[in-house]
């Protein structure tokens, strides 16, 4: 029959798209309703019989016949001479239930049905992907990279579905070909009008604790527990780990025998160096374990404002900072305390913001983030170092140089 001829023509659809029959079966039913609510005015007299497992679909219009001359609603009453045409035993005040084939709702209907039915079937893939990957938000994914965009790398997985690695969130070491695999954590799922939207991450702290659980049976067990997790990716990273119980060594579970465990972590992270250090709620050890590989001396904290004061040997001072600044950063993110770092046997400095007038706010910026915050913490640096330390020109660190070291000639 006609409605059979449509719906094995959405076999297709069926096959391609996992959907089973069933639920087309309900979707057919939910477009036939709406084009015959268009084109009659209501679907409220129609019967729409529905047999999945033959994927077959009958349509039946019901009126009640009248006398000729009496019809008011085309679509709920019909004449009682029409009535007749179909049954010649028909009288006034019966049901008349007939067959509306397709070619009834015209051609222009049938088309419109048809882009209808389309657009239903993907609306219901697309919100079925949506679930699923939603679930899967916050889990390590892997993909096989399928077009590399300036932007983005756009990944299929093995169902064919499309996964955006933007370049915001991939290690500035990555480097991909087309048909290799990639594994990241899922950062997030949204849905742009119809379509998900899947974004992988590779820079988020969340993918090098998702590692951790993969490739060390201790974390996976739930026998270590992974407190905090920060990063610079690509370049450093710290992993506060913590275990109650007593006869397991966190850090050395989670490093192996000469690194044996984390080396293949650090390898997917484009040899991105990871500190594990034991987590502690002593806090003043807590931020001395945090500067490794800086041997602190002594540490002063001020919990009301949430900083802490740190004294080291001049020698240590570089290690604590370490390269870019990066160290002393992750200590910080990583305690949530804002680290000040204080040479031992210094008994006199002055904040780089007291030269203000002759060095401008920017420049003093600019040291901050490395952590050199006093005259002194950057004189201990030769100005070929800061270059390489800091993005200002050679030209500009001098003159800093020489109005710091102008303060101690005196």
């Known amino acids: 029959m ?4 449509l ?9 391609d798209k996992s959907i089973d029959r069933v639920t087309l079966m309900s979707i057919l039913e939910e477009t036939f309703r709406s084009a015959l609510k268009k084109k009659y005015g209501s679907d409220d007299n129609f019967d729409i019989i529905v047999n999945p497992d033959k994927g077959d679909l009958e349509i039946w219009r019901n009126r009640v ?3 000729d001359g009496e019809v008011e609603d085309e679509n709920q009453e ?8 179909i049954e010649p035993d028909f009288e006034v005040g019966e049901d008349v239930s007939e067959e509306v084939k397709l070619i009834d709702l015209g051609r222009r209907a049938i088309l419109a049905l048809r882009q209808n039915l389309i657009a239903k079937i993907h609306e219901h893939d697309n919100t079925n992907l949506y679930k699923q990957f939603k679930e899967l938000e916050g889990e390590i994914y892997t993909a096989e990279v399928h077009h590399i965009r300036h932007r983005a790398v756009i990944l299929l997985d093995d169902d064919g579905n499309e996964v955006i690695l933007p370049k915001d969130k991939q290690i500035p070491s990555d480097f991909f070909r087309k048909g290799e695999n990639v594994r990241g954590v899922i950062e997030s799922v949204e849905l742009k009008g119809t379509k998900p939207t899947i974004i992988m991450s590779r820079t988020a702290p969340l993918f090098l604790e998702k590692l951790f659980e993969q490739e060390i049976p201790e974390v996976f067990d739930g026998l270590i527990t992974i407190k905090n997790v920060v990063r610079v990716p690509g370049d450093k990273a710290k992993v506060a780990v913590e275990s109650y119980d007593d006869r397991i060594d966190p850090v050395g579970a989670c490093v192996g025998v000469k690194g044996s465990r984390i080396h293949g972590i650090v390898r997917e992270l484009g040899n ?3 500190d594990v250090i034991n987590y502690t709620n002593n806090l003043q050890l807590y931020i001395t374990r945090a500067l ?3 041997r602190v001396t002594s ?3 001020d919990e009301e404002g949430k900083r802490a004061e740190v004294m080291l040997k001049p020698e240590e001072v570089s290690k604590a900072i370490g390269r870019g ?4 950063r992750l200590a910080g993110m990583l305690t949530g305390y804002e680290i000040d770092v204080f040479r031992e046997g210094v008994e006199e400095d002055v904040e780089l913001t007291e030269f203000s007038d002759e060095i401008e706010a920017w420049i003093i910026a600019e040291f901050s983030k490395i952590g050199l915050d006093t005259a002194k913490s950057v004189l201990d640096y030769d100005a070929n170092d800061l270059v390489k330390r800091t993005d200002l020109e050679a030209e500009t660190i001098e003159d800093v140089l020489r109005v710091l070291r102008a303060e101690f000639e005196d």
């Open 78 to 85: 019909i004449a009682i001479t029409e009535a007749r045409k």
């Open 65 to 67: 016949v009248v006398d």
């Open 299 to 301: 540490v002063k904290i």
């Open 292 to 294: 490794s590989p800086a």
């Open 325 to 328: 600044g990066h160290n002393i």
């Open 272 to 274: 991105e160096n990871i």
């Open 2 to 5: 006609e409605n059979l001829a």
């Open 7 to 15: 719906i094995d023509s959405f076999s297709e659809f069926k096959d």
